[in-house]
T-cell receptor
Framework: GAVVSQHPSWVICKSGTSVKIECRSL??????MFWYRQFPKQSLMLMAT?????????EQGVEKDKFLINHASLTLSTLTVTSAHPEDSSFYIC????????FGPGTRLLVL | GESVGLHLPTLSVQEGDNSIINCAYS??????FIWYKQESGKGPQFIID?????DKRQGQRVTVLLNKTVKHLSLQIAATQPGDSAVYFC????????????FGKGTSLLVTP
């Protein structure tokens, strides 16, 4: 299957700071990427759909000004959590679409 | 709203036995279904998928069955191995809604020796 990477794999930051997470499709071009959030022992919840060269589409309840998404190339989408707070601590997972959706390894964010 | 759900949150099987994980969906417009395996601290790993014009699809040691009449999906794992221990999610894609997936709650599969 297709390979998706994420960086960093984990990050700890202070409350109020911003954190950028990168999602890359390594062996395919992804015009569409997705960002999910997963809390412990829960399922994946879609946050937004990232489209190359256009604005992201956010799910209901997800603040677009807090979770900034940029999809500047066919292999890279970034998610920036702005002014992070402890309740933003979660496991963030991206996916790229090629026939089906392939997921990255996830980024664990801990906001102190 | 409509969602994908699982019948059993946990499943314990002995090594070598067959495992069956079930999933119910409620949206009749769903036309594509995927099973993912997620190990602790990792991203979901694609296992097998099936489209709504099929009722069965087989992979290596895995079989997915789709019953559109009762909106039910199952994943069968043959000769379950310790490495199969993980959380399994079913996910659905709704026709003409783009390619975003709606995930079920997940079933934790524990394989005992």
């Amino acid at each position: 299957g297709a390979v998706v990477s994420q960086h960093p794999s984990w990050v700890i930051c202070k409350s109020g700071t911003s954190v950028k997470i990168e999602c890359r499709s390594l062996d395919f071009q992804a015009t569409t990427m997705f960002w999910y959030r997963q809390f412990p022992k829960q399922s994946l919840m879609l946050m937004a759909t990232s489209n190359e060269g256009s604005k992201a589409t956010y799910e209901q309840g997800v603040e677009k000004d807090k979770f900034l998404i940029n999809h500047a190339s066919l292999t890279l989408s970034t998610l920036t959590v702005t002014s992070a707070h402890p309740e933003d601590s979660s496991f963030y997972i991206c996916s790229g679409k090629q026939e089906t959706q392939y997921f990255g390894p996830g980024t664990r964010l801990l906001v102190l | 709203g409509e969602s994908v759900g699982l019948h059993l949150p946990t499943l314990s099987v002995q090594e070598g036995d067959n495992s069956i994980i079930n999933c119910a969906y409620s949206n009749s417009a769903s036309d594509y279904f995927i099973w993912y395996k997620q190990e602790s601290g990792k991203g979901p790993q694609f296992i097998i998928d099936i489209r709504s014009n099929m009722d069965k699809r087989q992979g290596q040691r895995v079989t997915v069955l789709l019953n559109k009449t009762v909106k039910h999906l199952s994943l069968q794992i043959a000769a379950t191995q310790p490495g199969d221990s993980a959380v399994y999610f079913c996910a659905e894609n709704i026709q003409n809604s783009g390619y975003a997936l709606n995930f079920g709650k997940g079933t934790s599969l524990l394989v005992t020796p």
